[in-house]
Nanobody, 113 residues
Framework: QVQLEESGGGLVQAGGSLRLSCVASGSFLMAWYRQAPGKQRELVATITVGGSPNYVESVKGRFTISRDNAKNTVYLQMNSLKPEDTAVYYC???????????WGQGTQVTVSS
């Protein structure tokens, strides 16, 4: 089993910044997803154990995913936030050869205009 604990969501004005953190119970391929009201959950960014990131086009240049393997922690630095970034953000770990998904409890990010 993989356990994930997120923190760092909140309310911010457009143009502001937030940093999300996710502490995992080990070292895995990690990702951040988000789900806005009435929409499907979407992938935001991924990061390999070696630290290689990938981003969905809508957040490129604004969000940065990083990790500290010594602390089993993954971060999502979100800058230049927009109202359309408002969503519940979920930490995700992909475990084992089949990349089985494990999820954090989610943290609310609200960006006011």
């Amino acid at each position: 089993q993989v356990q994930l604990e997120e923190s760092g969501g909140g309310l911010v004005q457009a143009g502001g910044s937030l940093r999300l953190s996710c502490v995992a119970s080990g070292s895995f391929l990690m990702a951040w997803y988000r789900q806005a009201p009435g929409k499907q959950r979407e992938l935001v960014a991924t990061i390999t154990v070696g630290g290689s990131p990938n981003y969905v086009e809508s957040v490129k240049g604004r969000f940065t995913i990083s990790r500290d393997n010594a602390k089993n922690t993954v971060y999502l630095q979100m800058n230049s936030l927009k109202p359309e970034d408002t969503a519940v953000y979920y930490c995700n770990a992909k475990y084992g050869p089949t990349y089985r998904d494990f999820w954090g409890q989610g943290t609310q990010v609200t960006v006011s205009s």
